[in-house]
């Protein structure tokens, strides 16, 4: 089973940036998909941020990020990253690294089968 371990998070500035980890273990996920998702105290569910495939050769994102996040994947070290630029307060959240086990990450949370525990970002105004 894999497990998986964010890591970046933090306190920072409108505008300012962070770079999120998520660290593999357990299982190689060199042919999965995975997936970033954030969630805050006022939503129910978590919200899909960014994805990426296997290969690396396909991104997604959702609109609110759009031109500010860049995911990427390293699948030597079993680890997917989150470039997060120009952030905002409304981007304040619990980050979530999450592993499909298709090659292609959905926008479905049901279909994870490996979630992160989680790291907070802050952005202050």
């Known amino acids: 089973q894999v497990q998986l371990a964010e890591s970046g998070g933090g306190l920072v500035q409108s505008g300012g940036s962070l770079r999120l980890s998520c660290e593999a273990s357990g299982t190689t996920i060199s042919h999965r998909g995975m997936a970033w998702w954030r969630q805050t105290p006022e939503k129910e569910r978590r919200e899909f941020v960014a994805?990426?495939?296997?290969?690396?050769?396909?991104?997604y994102y959702a609109e609110s990020v759009k031109g500010r996040f860049s995911i990427s994947r390293d699948n030597a070290k079993n680890t997917v990253y989150l470039q997060m630029n120009s952030l905002q307060p409304e981007d304040t959240a619990v980050y979530y690294c999450?592993?499909?086990?298709?090659?292609?990450?959905?926008?479905?949370?049901?279909?994870?089968?490996?979630w992160g525990q989680g790291t907070q970002v802050t952005v202050s105004s």
């Open positions: 999450a592993t499909d086990p298709s090659a292609t990450p959905s926008l479905r949370p049901a279909e994870y089968d490996g």
């Open positions: 994805g990426i495939s296997w290969s690396g050769t396909d991104t």
